[in-house]
């Protein structure tokens, strides 16, 4: 019963209504612990809106460290209250969800599943540039910014795009954009990806692998 009623909740969220407040709880659960458990509860509530690799297993493992919470980036960011920026922090019950999922990792005889490595492809861009930095608001509904979710979008806002990766901003104004504090609203890309963004734009834009 209890799990049915996180469920209905879960699913306003999802259409929109901002109730992350009532994510304090989560079910006990017994055995079987798994990502999408993680994910139904916490990362995808919480997280994806601003990390796309929130809803990627492969790319939160490699914030991870099998059997060691406190050694974990994803563990240790929300322990300290850091993450989810803006919200409240977690509560004891979510973090041991996260911290036992992260204990469960160490006898998983599994190999974690591998994450997209980085080149100058559109496959491996979309995942660690414009999903990871720009589509939390550069999305088909944003109303007033150009979209950059598909190939077909990206390679019609290239010049822009290409302006705003390599000088870091525009009439003073950095993208992604920082927020009151001065902090960035998105990770910002590293030097790595943009140079692998320019390699992929020089070699003419391929759409494929
Ligand atoms: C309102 C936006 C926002 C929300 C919501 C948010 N984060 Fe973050 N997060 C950020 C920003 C901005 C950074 C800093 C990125 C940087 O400096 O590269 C960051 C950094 C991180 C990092 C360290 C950098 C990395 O890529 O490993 C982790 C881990 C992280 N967040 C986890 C989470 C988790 C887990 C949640 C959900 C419980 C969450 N965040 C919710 C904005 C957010
Ligand atoms: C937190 C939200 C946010 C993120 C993340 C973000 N942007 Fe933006 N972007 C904006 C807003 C808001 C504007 C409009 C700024 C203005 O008009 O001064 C904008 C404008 C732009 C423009 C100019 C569009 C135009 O029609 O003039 C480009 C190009 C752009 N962003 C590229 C990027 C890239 C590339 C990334 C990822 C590396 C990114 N942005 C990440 C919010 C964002």
Redesign the pocket.
């Known amino acids: 019963m209890k799990i049915l009623m996180l469920l209905f909740l879960v699913s306003c969220v999802a259409k929109g209504t901002n109730e992350s407040a009532l994510f304090r709880s989560v079910p006990t659960i017994e055995g079987g612990l798994n990502f999408a458990t993680v994910q139904e509860f916490?990362?995808g509530p919480?997280?994806v809106?601003?990390?796309a690799?929130?809803g990627d297993e492969a790319l939160v493992r490699t914030?991870v460290v099998p059997g060691n919470p406190s050694a974990s980036?994803?563990y240790t960011?929300?322990a300290s209250g850091r993450?989810?920026?803006?919200?409240a922090k977690?509560s004891p019950q979510q973090l041991k969800l996260v911290s036992d999922w992260i204990v469960a990792l160490a006898g998983d005889t599994n190999p974690p599943p591998q994450p997209i490595e980085l080149k100058p492809t559109y496959a491996s861009l979309k995942v660690h540039l414009f999903e990871r930095s720009c589509t939390m608001c550069h999305n088909a509904s944003a109303r007033r910014l150009p979209s950059f979710e598909t190939y077909d979008d990206v390679v019609d806002e290239i010049e822009d795009i290409e302006y705003y990766l390599e000088f870091g901003e525009a009439d003073g104004t950095p993208m992604p954009p920082l927020d009151r504090d001065g902090?960035?609203?998105?990770?910002?890309p590293t030097k790595e990806i943009v140079e692998a963004f320019k390699q992929w734009v020089v070699s003419g834009m391929p759409k494929g692998e």
């Open positions: 916490i990362l919480q997280c809106g601003c990390h690799w929130a914030r980036r994803l960011e929300l993450m989810p920026r803006g919200a977690l902090n960035p609203r998105a990770p910002v």
